[in-house]
């Protein structure tokens, strides 16, 4: 049995503030640029996949056609 998606978990809301503390306190172009570059790499690619999970979710519950929709509908 599936679960229906959820748009944000526990995992981004631990993404989201790891993101904050590396903006405040270790994001360092002049020093430390490489790992600065993956550090924005990294959450770049977190910000992506999130908005494109979103979409997905969005996306399935519109289309009334699709396998998990009604399955969606029961859980709410």
């Keep these: 049995m599936?679960?229906?998606l959820k748009r944000w978990n526990i995992?981004?809301?631990i993404?989201?503030?790891l993101l904050i503390v590396v903006i405040l306190y270790f994001?360092?172009?002049k020093n430390n640029a490489t790992v600065?570059?993956?550090f924005v790499i990294v959450f770049?690619?977190?910000a992506?996949?999130?908005i494109a999970?979103?979409?997905m979710i969005t996306r399935m519950k519109n289309d009334p056609n699709h396998p998990m929709h009604n399955q969606d509908k029961t859980q709410e």
């Design 2 to 4: 599936n679960r229906p």
């Design 11 to 13: 995992l981004d809301t």
């Design 15 to 17: 993404n989201a503030t």
């Design 27 to 29: 994001i360092d172009f």
């Design 36 to 38: 600065s570059w993956i």
């Design 44 to 46: 770049a690619f977190w």
């Design 48 to 50: 992506i996949t999130l």
């Design 53 to 55: 999970r979103n979409v």
